[in-house]
């Protein structure tokens, strides 16, 4: 049967709490089939969802790209059994799969994925589906300009997380009224009652004190709910929190309220009691209503860029390289940047020049800097953010959940390495390549002059999953013509001979260290090979194998970065299974630098063109050299 409970007048909702118990239901039998999952947490916003999608909700299942689909996001990823209940009841999925839950190869996982045509973003850890909304609805509000409505569902142990609070600050900032948050607010976490019950005064104040309008509701009452909806859509200039009292596990009063039912499944002969108190199994279709047609006001479009150029010899920080090419890519119009309040540092201030109106300041909120491109590449704008590398470790788990999303993000990290000198070892990225290129499918580049870093930035603009550019602060001479490509996963060998006698592998500011080392080695009858080896992952093993094999098996690999993880651990993976693995002399920083001036703090980690030259002229020995 199908229910249809639309209009502006106010409607009679039984037909929704019909809905609803079957939702119900269907969370139970689905978790109670898998023996896994979150019926309880499922059951507290059943009505919260229903009544949205019955009465507000604008969505063309059938087609989930259309630019004027609202988006439902579950910021609690843990209430699937819901969503994919919801989705069954409008038609989207049949009982069959509903029944795959948790099961392998089911597109119905654990928790929620864009493998699921209707998820935008993977959710699961906590905090993260908000701050992602503020995305989406920043590209409403600012790029589409659209009228789709973002709907975010949150739990309210999860409100504990620094991040909601990050996104609604931001939310609030931006008038975001095109973004409501439902909070359904159960009393209950995981292991028990959260920091604040049912104290939802507590939680009025603070959403106001963050600049949002909070309604209170009882998240069972279909009439309040819906009116909170109709309130949400009518506000202007600012977001929406709807603070609703709910009761896990709402409908079953074997567990309503209950503290050990969270994450809990109900056995089968408890399942059945449930669905009999539920008012039993039916078979009822939700009409959630298609949106109007529209066109976003920003049109991708395949544009003539110009990088900038730079001469040989000239002395410039990558940083500011990528701030020059990020703004000259920008002639594209579907490219977005993003700032951590460091944007005359990183040089993406570049771009605010060139198009504030696609620059998002997302101040000192790494986490929300992230989940602010996720969100607006949702929308299949390109977005770029950048901060000092280190500060992306306060978001790597917003960059691993992107990664999940299947994201396409572009991240600048400016400042890597002890090379930044004197402001000390809290501003140096020591573990960020580690770290990036831990994420699957990721990019991981890290140039060495001015013209590879533009080059590189542009490759970026069109590589699909994350990619990071790690810059630095300081200016080094320009090495390369401004004809030179630099594809991705390709390495430049600047320095070699027939008579090589190893070969160092460098990266970034250790290319120029390399350099000086090559030339002094030279003069001393030590010829070594250099190689640039701009792109970190992938990384050009071919290259690395063949120096490999001309230079005695000798690579003496130099990186302003710990040992672990880096170009170091990358160069001797992608040799590890050759048939003749080479002999690995692996110059990194080893203790926590301090403050000093560049020079005596590349020297102090022995990784600058004195500790190069006595480790190749070391390393030449071990074969037999004179
Ligand atoms: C960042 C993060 N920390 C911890 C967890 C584990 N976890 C899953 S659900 C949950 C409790 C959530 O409670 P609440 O937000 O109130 O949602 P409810 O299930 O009660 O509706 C916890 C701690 C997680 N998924 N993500």
């Given at each position: 049967?199908?229910?249809t409970?639309?209009?502006?007048?106010?409607?009679?909702?039984e037909?929704?709490h019909?809905?609803?118990?079957?939702?119900?239901?269907?969370?139970?039998?689905?978790?109670?089939?898998?023996?896994s999952?979150?019926?309880?947490?499922?059951?507290?916003?059943?009505?919260?969802?229903?009544?949205?999608?019955?009465r507000?909700?604008r969505?063309?299942?059938?087609?989930?790209?259309?630019?004027?689909?609202?988006?439902?996001?579950?910021?609690?990823?843990?209430?699937?059994?819901?969503?994919?209940?919801?989705?069954k009841?409008?038609?989207?999925?049949?009982?069959?799969?509903l029944m795959?839950?948790r099961?392998?190869?089911?597109?119905?996982?654990?928790?929620?994925?864009?493998?699921?045509?209707?998820?935008?973003?993977?959710?699961?850890?906590?905090?993260?589906?908000?701050?992602?909304?503020?995305g989406?609805?920043?590209?409403?509000?600012?790029?589409?300009?659209?009228?789709y409505?973002?709907?975010?569902?949150?739990?309210?142990?999860?409100?504990a997380?620094?991040?909601?609070?990050?996104?609604?600050?931001?939310?609030a900032?931006?008038?975001?009224?095109?973004?409501?948050?439902?909070?359904?607010?159960?009393?209950?976490?995981?292991?028990?009652?959260?920091?604040?019950?049912?104290?939802?005064?507590?939680?009025?104040?603070?959403v106001?004190?963050?600049?949002?309008?909070?309604?209170?509701?009882?998240g069972?009452?279909?009439q309040?709910i819906?009116?909170?909806?109709?309130?949400?859509?009518?506000?202007?200039?600012?977001?929406?929190v709807?603070?609703?009292?709910?009761?896990?596990?709402?409908g079953?009063?074997?567990?309503?309220?209950?503290?050990?039912?969270?994450?809990?499944?109900?056995?089968?002969e408890?399942a059945?009691?449930a669905?009999?108190?539920?008012?039993?199994?039916?078979?009822?279709r939700?009409?959630?209503?298609k949106?109007?047609?529209?066109?976003?006001?920003?049109?991708?479009?395949?544009?003539?860029?110009?990088?900038?150029?730079?001469?040989?010899?000239?002395?410039?920080?990558?940083?500011?390289?990528?701030?020059d090419?990020?703004?000259?890519?920008?002639?594209?119009?579907?490219?977005?940047?993003?700032?951590?309040?460091?944007?005359?540092?990183t040089?993406?201030?570049?771009?605010k020049?060139a198009?504030?109106?696609r620059?998002?300041?997302?101040?000192i909120?790494?986490?929300q800097?992230?989940?602010?491109?996720?969100?607006?590449?949702?929308?299949?704008?390109t977005?770029?953010?950048?901060?000092?590398?280190?500060?992306?470790?306060r978001?790597?788990?917003?960059?691993r959940?992107?990664?999940?999303?299947?994201?396409?993000?572009?991240?600048?990290?400016s400042?890597?390495?002890?090379?930044?000198?004197a402001?000390g070892?809290?501003?140096?990225?020591?573990?960020?390549?580690?770290?990036?290129?831990?994420?699957?499918?990721?990019?991981?580049?890290?140039?060495?002059?001015a013209v590879?870093t533009?080059?590189?930035?542009?490759?970026?603009?069109d590589?699909?999953?994350?990619?990071?550019?790690?810059?630095?602060?300081?200016?080094?001479?320009?090495?390369?013509?401004?004809?030179?490509?630099?594809?991705?996963?390709?390495?430049?060998?600047?320095?070699?001979?027939?008579?090589?006698?190893?070969?160092?592998?460098?990266?970034?500011?250790?290319?120029?260290?390399?350099?000086?080392?090559a030339?002094?080695?030279?003069?001393?009858g030590?010829?070594?090979r250099?190689?640039?080896?701009?792109?970190?992952?992938?990384?050009?093993a071919?290259?690395?194998?063949?120096a490999?094999?001309?230079?005695?098996g000798?690579?003496?690999?130099?990186?302003?970065?710990?040992?672990?993880?880096?170009l170091?651990?990358?160069?001797?993976?992608?040799?590890?299974?050759?048939?003749?693995?080479?002999?690995?002399f692996h110059?990194?920083?080893r203790?926590?630098?301090?403050?000093?001036?560049?020079?005596?703090?590349?020297a102090?980690e022995?990784?600058?063109?004195?500790?190069?030259?006595?480790?190749?002229?070391?390393?030449?020995?071990?074969?037999?050299?004179?």
């Open positions: 049967m199908a229910v409970v639309q209009g502006a007048a106010p409607a009679d909702l037909p929704l019909e809905v609803a118990q079957q939702i119900r239901i269907d969370g139970i039998r689905a978790s109670t089939r898998a023996g999952g979150h019926p309880t947490s499922s059951m507290s916003a059943a009505d919260l969802i229903t009544v949205l999608a019955g507000h909700l969505y063309d299942f059938a087609h989930p790209k259309l630019a004027t689909n609202d988006h439902l996001i579950f910021s609690k990823g843990h209430a699937s059994p819901l969503l994919y209940a919801f989705y009841a409008c038609g989207a999925i049949d009982d069959a799969e795959t839950y099961t392998y190869g089911s597109r119905l996982q654990g928790h929620p994925t864009p493998i699921l045509p209707w998820v935008d973003v993977a959710t699961g850890s906590l905090g993260q589906g908000l701050p992602i909304g503020v989406v609805a920043l590209a409403g509000k600012y790029l589409d300009r659209l009228p409505h973002v709907w975010v569902l949150c739990g309210d142990s999860e409100l997380e620094g991040s909601v609070w990050e996104a609604l600050d931001k939310a900032h931006y008038g975001l009224d095109n973004l409501t948050v439902i909070a359904d607010v159960n009393r209950l976490g995981q292991r028990g009652e959260t920091e604040f019950g049912w104290n939802l005064e507590a939680y009025r104040l603070r106001e004190a963050f600049g949002c309008r909070a309604l209170v509701i009882d069972h009452n279909l309040q819906d009116g909170a909806y109709v309130d949400a859509l009518e506000t202007a200039g600012r977001p929406t709807i603070l609703a009292r709910t009761i896990k596990g709402k079953f009063s074997e567990v309503e309220d209950k503290e050990g039912w969270h994450g809990v499944v109900l056995p089968p408890m059945e009691r669905i009999k108190e539920l008012g039993g199994e039916r078979d009822l939700l009409e959630v209503r949106p109007q047609r529209g066109v976003p006001a920003i049109k991708a479009e395949k544009v003539e860029v110009t990088l900038p150029t730079y001469s040989l010899g000239e002395k410039v920080p990558t940083r500011k390289a990528y701030g090419a990020l703004a000259a890519i920008g002639a594209r119009p579907e490219v977005v940047a993003l700032d951590a309040e460091v944007s005359n540092s040089h993406a201030d570049e771009f020049k198009h504030p109106d620059f998002f300041e997302m101040w909120a790494e986490q800097m992230i989940s602010a491109a996720v969100g607006v590449q949702v929308r299949g704008y977005t770029f953010a950048s901060t000092f590398a280190a500060f992306f470790a978001a790597y788990d917003f960059i959940m992107a990664a999940i999303s299947q994201a396409d993000l572009r991240l600048c990290g400042h890597a390495g002890s090379e930044i000198g402001d070892p809290s501003q140096m990225a020591l573990e960020d390549l580690a770290a990036l290129r831990a994420i699957h499918g990721s990019t991981v580049l890290y140039p060495s002059d590879s533009a080059k590189l930035v542009a490759e970026m603009a590589r699909p999953g994350i990619s990071y550019l790690r810059t630095t602060r300081n200016g080094y001479p320009v090495i390369y013509d401004n004809a030179e490509a630099f594809p991705i996963g390709g390495a430049k060998v600047l320095r070699r001979s027939d008579s090589d006698r190893a070969a160092v592998v460098a990266a970034g500011v250790t290319v120029h260290s390399a350099l000086a080392a030339d002094r080695l030279a003069s001393e030590i010829n070594a250099v190689i640039d080896c701009y792109s970190v992952k992938p990384i050009a071919e290259v690395l194998a063949e490999a094999r001309d230079c005695g000798i690579l003496v690999v130099v990186e302003d970065h710990y040992p672990e993880g880096g170091g651990a990358a160069v001797m993976e992608a040799l590890a299974g050759s048939e003749h693995p080479p002999r690995i110059l990194a920083v203790d926590v630098p301090g403050s000093g001036r560049t020079a005596d703090l590349l102090a022995g990784i600058d063109a004195d500790a190069i030259v006595t480790a190749a002229r070391d390393a030449a020995k071990t074969r037999g050299g004179s």
